[in-house]
């Protein structure tokens, strides 16, 4: 594997060129916060030296807390090879490039041995394989008492806003409610550790994010259709965001 950046991207992130280069630079590439993903580890019991991975780790906000925290190497695997570089440039400047290991692959296939992880991490990023396909490919990697600790997009409300149903019907047409979700997780056999809502200081932090970078690309006509997407799920969010958020899901394997 190549240990220095650049990093190449996987071919099917080329659709998603304008979005990730809107998104350049960003420590976080969807809702969360320090806070929160410590809070999840707290809820983890893990072995003295844990295997760590963080699937879709992004530019590394996670990755790079969780090596710090645990002082364990953490696998850092994304598709997105430029998300990859900026996380090796952070962990260079956080001196924890001996902990950190950027790896470009597909969380679908991360050609790792069965049962060879004691945590998998994954912040925002399950939503793109759909709960119930990650839990499956995730769950043969962890060995037994492995502990996976997920958010994903999740309904609060039962009958959430019809702009909300549309705008969530297309972005993650499988979008489940905590309830199903609990019980998709106990159907694919985990034991629920826990689980808790991400605040919503959590999405203004990231959208705050974004929203910076939205002017430097005022010009820029091949990245024109994603701000327009952009500023329509914030203003979905400040309208309806009471209705569904994320939930950071805690599971472990028998
Ligand atoms: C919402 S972002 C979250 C990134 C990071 N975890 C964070 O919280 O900042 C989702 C990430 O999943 C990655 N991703 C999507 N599909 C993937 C796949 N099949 N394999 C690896 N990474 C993938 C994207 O490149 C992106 O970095």
Redesign the pocket.
């Known amino acids: 594997m190549n240990l220095y950046p650049p990093f190449p991207s996987?071919p099917f992130?080329a659709a998603w060129a304008p979005l990730l280069r809107l998104f350049k630079g960003l420590s976080?590439?969807?809702p969360?916060s320090e806070t929160s993903t410590l809070r999840a580890l707290s809820l983890c019991p893990l072995p003295a030296q844990p295997r760590v991975a963080d699937?879709?780790?992004?530019?590394g906000?996670?990755a790079l807390l969780l090596a710090q925290t645990l002082q364990v190497p953490v696998l850092a695997?994304?598709?997105?090879g430029m998300?990859l570089d900026d996380l090796w440039e952070s962990a260079r400047d956080r001196g924890l490039l001996h902990l950190v290991k950027p790896c470009p692959?597909?969380?679908?296939n991360p050609g790792l041995a069965p049962e060879s992880l004691d945590l998998i991490w994954?912040?925002?990023?399950v939503t793109?394989?759909g709960l119930v396909e990650g839990l499956r490919c995730w769950q043969a990697l962890l060995c037994s008492g492995g502990v996976m600790a997920l958010t994903d997009a999740t309904w609060f409300d039962t009958d959430p806003p019809e702009e909300a149903r549309r705008a969530w019907a297309e972005w993650y047409p499988t979008m489940g409610t905590e309830a199903r979700n609990l019980q998709v997780a106990r159907d694919a056999g985990l034991k629920v550790l826990g689980h808790f809502r991400l605040p919503s200081r959590d999405w203004w932090d990231y959208y705050d994010g974004v929203a910076a970078r939205l002017p430097l690309f005022a010009t820029d006509e091949s990245v024109a259709s994603v701000i327009e997407g952009q500023k329509a799920e914030m203003d979905l969010y400040r309208r309806t965001g009471s209705s569904y958020g994320y939930v950071f899901y805690v599971l472990q394997k028998p």
């Open positions: 996987m992130m976080r590439k969807g969360g699937f879709g780790c992004g530019s906000a996670s695997l994304d598709a997105d998300a692959g597909d969380m679908a994954s912040e925002g990023a793109h394989l």
